[in-house]
């Protein structure tokens, strides 16, 4: 076979919501993680400008973000080498779907693939024992363990509900910088609001940021106005709302990863061919 003909016939193969997942899953963390850190940091710098004179009242927040960035850290790397890994798994149960179908019988990855996971012949023909490729016999291992979408289901759902719970407190600080800018739209446009200017306020203290007792804790009136108007407060937001993007798309990769998987261990089981619960 020539070489664009092999890669046609392997393509033939790919889990296209796989790929399509995969892309999305590795796009919506470096989104939440690197714009989650920054923002994170922006924070820690309005607080410390603006809020409070005194380190005691936002130390225990500072240690708070500094804990939440190494969490990013980790998290950035668990989900690229999980991305990665089902991404594999979506190319091999794909493939043992589209052999049972007979579109995937004529690669070797294809040949090795239905040995391992559809319980398909293991290098014995009509003529007796045959020499088994050394590429089928890669994909024999891989296969024995990369076969078994019903693992990958379980833990992708138990991911999901886990990222579910961090797409949800990304919104938070989403709602108190909206909040904030809303606040901010009241004082530079008084027509609007039948409030006096000196009573509009953005209190950290409210939100749980600062301690009661932390000193100014809230700024008013055209100092909050100048505020909003300053590129660190401008970022932050964008930031942050770029996190809470990211977030979003991590976890619809990590739903039609949950589908794709579910579809083919689903398709194995019913064919009487796919592995035991």
């Known amino acids: 076979l020539g070489l664009l003909e092999c890669c046609a016939r392997c393509l033939i193969g790919a ?50 973000i500094h804990a939440f960035q190494y969490v990013i850290y980790g998290t950035a790397s668990f989900f690229f080498l999980y991305g990665a890994l089902l991404l594999a798994e979506g190319f091999y149960t794909t493939g043992a779907v589209r052999q049972i179908f007979g579109d995937y019988r004529t690669t070797i990855c294809g040949k090795g ?34 076969g078994h979408p019903d693992k990958f289901v379980g833990i992708t759902y138990v991911l999901s509900i886990i990222w579910l719970l961090v797409f949800a407190c990304s919104a938070v600080p989403v709602y108190i910088y909206f909040n904030t800018w809303t606040t901010c739209q009241s004082i ?21 940021v600062l301690p009661w007792n932390a000193f100014p804790g809230k700024v008013c009136g055209s100092n909050l106005l100048s505020i909003c108007k300053t590129s660190e407060f401008q970022m932050t937001f964008h930031l942050f709302i770029a996190a809470f993007v990211g977030a979003a798309a991590t976890l619809v990769s990590l739903l039609t990863f949950m589908i794709a998987a579910t579809y083919n261990f689903a398709v194995l089981k019913l064919m009487g061919r796919g592995t035991k619960f």
């Not at 963390?29 to 936002?58: M, P, R, W």
Request: aromatic residues 10%; contains cysteine; hydrophobic residues 35%.
């Open 188 to 208: 530079a446009n008084p027509s609007k609001t039948s409030a006096s200017i000196g009573t509009l306020c953005a209190d950290a203290r409210m939100y749980g």
């Open 15 to 64: 889990p296209f919501a796989s790929l399509v997942a995969t892309g999305l899953c590795f796009l919506g963390v470096a989104l939440f993680c690197g714009c989650g850190h920054e923002a994170l940091t922006g924070t820690e710098q309005l607080i410390e400008t603006y809020f409070s004179k005194n380190y005691q009242d936002y130390e225990y927040l500072i240690d708070v």
């Open 113 to 146: 693939l239905s040995a391992t996971v559809t319980g398909g012949p293991k290098g014995r023909g009509a003529r007796g024992p045959q020499r088994a490729h050394s590429l089928q016999r890669v994909c024999q291992c891989l296969g024995k363990w990369l």
